[in-house]
């Protein structure tokens, strides 16, 4: 199936190319000024640039924006909202004149930055400079790896485009080196990005901060490079856009040459265009300029026709739709399978797959460190998993996130389902939101607990959207041992849980950490960490009742005979230490229940009953064990309780040295529990 662009228009009497153009810029300032808040340059200087590429080339279908084959658009520089607002409303979707009248209201589909599932053909959240051209390298790595899986001899069922409109902001920040050298790497040539290249940031000219080669930069990548584009000539526009979609192995930057706040008579090319509302006297003006002579909000009635995608959209996938009716009949296998990952439904096998993962490791009496039990999971979960698109930042062999299955996806074989992200950790984990977007995938990737802090905001921005994605950090406490404070998390775990719908788990042993991966993979609204040592932990024994328990975020899993007077609440590598001094001081005639609490954030959302049967709001004798921050554990003590953590840098020395030092042994444990218990601190 090839898809030509269209031609450029030639019809007589139609709108011309700039009164199109001029009616996105006419919405952008008309909507910004409304609001009184918002950013009208970049919308007046790109408008021509999204004229040509929303008309003669994008591929959708307003009527149904989760067609799969569809192109997908990612405006990364998000403060220029309003370009994609107004192109959602005059294409045809969902998206009224009403929303753009309340542009940055509250409650509205039209936010500050663009922001997924608030309005339909919104494909990521953007606001963030350069994230969301980073997620743009995942939907295309996500195209290229489906249609390797997919795609069969006259049937290109996966055969789409990734556009992704980026200003001088986004290729200054280091996600966008991270992101585009890996891509050039991996030879995505259905990625194209036009540059909106505006010399102007909000402190003004970009000359006295930003004078890089970016054309070299990028050649250096291994993308083709398009220098020196008019971005305000439609006919050179629709020419790079062509040369471009020709240069099937390298992604394509199109540098256009645009003038921030185009037709704006006092402010265009000037910093003042940027960020704030252009004036009514300057509106007044603008419009003169641009010779738009009506009023605000109006369209008129040929420059709307002339914009309208629906009959086109709903015609290009009608004829993917026919495509697919003869891919089913062909590969009826496939074509079942396809829909099943692009729905983001799991395998029938699931259920069975998750029984015995559950049974076979808890069962195990191997002390195995919890990152060795992740390992283990992947390997009963994967082969039921054909939509997993593993990898890790550069740590495969710490992280463990490879298993028996796992095949590298490479520039020459992008069928496999692991990816060498190298040592990238923001820009993996926002390409690893691309393809959760973009549908077909379950992405999990690897790195350091400690390093989670190079990729903290891409862990937000998913949490933000919703998606699902499964985060492996381990080697997550002074556990690490002589590689010293540089490599051992303390503040981190605390940190993550901060983050509003980010779901952290810190497993004690085989069977938590099998149970957390069924969390975070079962999960649709929200992304999950794993935080998994380094060292080895026993493993906890549990009846039936408890093991189900692991999946509400906290449990019973030691209970003394008769009515407890104390409880211990710890996580990963600490339980043990707590189940010890447990039975240490049960044996000596105290009553101390031990709670395994892997999951807050799941444990807060369990009914108010189950709750108190865990943790008794009459008990108030409380002790938490973590070895990290103590932040966030005095919600289960209370001011009266106690907690004991790290409150300082670790050390470089073994790790048992380390843990000694802290007080977290179990006869240190012990003590300062006892001495608590006795009235002490």
Known sequence: MTHSPAAPDSVANSPSRRTLANAIRALSMDAVQAANSGHPGAPLGMADLAEVLWRDFLRHNPGNPNWPNRDRFVLSNGHGSMLLYALLHLTGYDLPLEELKNFRQFGSKTPGHPEYQHAPGVETTTGPLGQGLANAVGMALAERMLAAQFNREDFPL????????????CLMEGISHEACSLAGTLGLGKLIVLYDDNHISIDGDVSGWFTDNTPARFRAYGWQVLEDVDGHDATAIHAALVAARAEAQQPTLICCRTVIGFGSPNKSGKSAAHGAPLGEAEITATRAALEWPHAPFEIPHAVAAAWDARVQGAAQQAQWTTLFAGYAQAHPVLAAEFTRRTQGELP???????????????????????????QLALEKLGPVLPEFAGGSADLSESNLTHWAGSRAVSRTDASGNYINYGVREFAMVAVMSGLALHGGFIPYGGTFLVFSDYARNAIRMAALMGLRAVYVLTHDSIGVGEDGPTHQPIEHAASL????????????????????????????????????????????????????????????????????????????????????AAHTLNAAGRRVRVVSMPCGEVFARQSADYQASVLPNAL????????????GWYRYVGLDGLVLGITSFGASAPAGQLFKHFGLTADSVTARVQTYLDGGT
């Open 497 to 580: 849980r901060l983050i509003p719908n980010c779901e952290v788990w810190r497993p004690c042993d085989g069977a938590e950490t099998a149970a957390a991966w069924v969390a975070g993979i079962e999960r649709t609204d929200g992304p999950s960490c794993l935080l998994l040592t380094r060292q080895g932990v026993p493993p906890q024994p549990r009846d039936a009742a408890q093991l189900a328990n692991i999946q509400r975020g906290g449990y019973v899993l030691l209970e003394p005979v008769g009515a407890p007077e104390a409880i211990l609440i710890a996580t990963g590598s600490e339980v043990g230490l707590a189940v010890s």
């Open 158 to 169: 996966v055969d789409h485009y990734t556009y992704v409109c980026v200003g001088d902001g």
């Open 348 to 374: 029938a096998a699931w259920a069975s797959t998750v029984a015995d993962l559950l049974a076979t490791q808890q069962a195990s009496t191997a002390a195995n460190a919890t990152r060795k039990s992740s």
């Open 620 to 631: 108030r004798q409380r002790v938490a064990i973590e070895a990290g921050s103590p932040a």
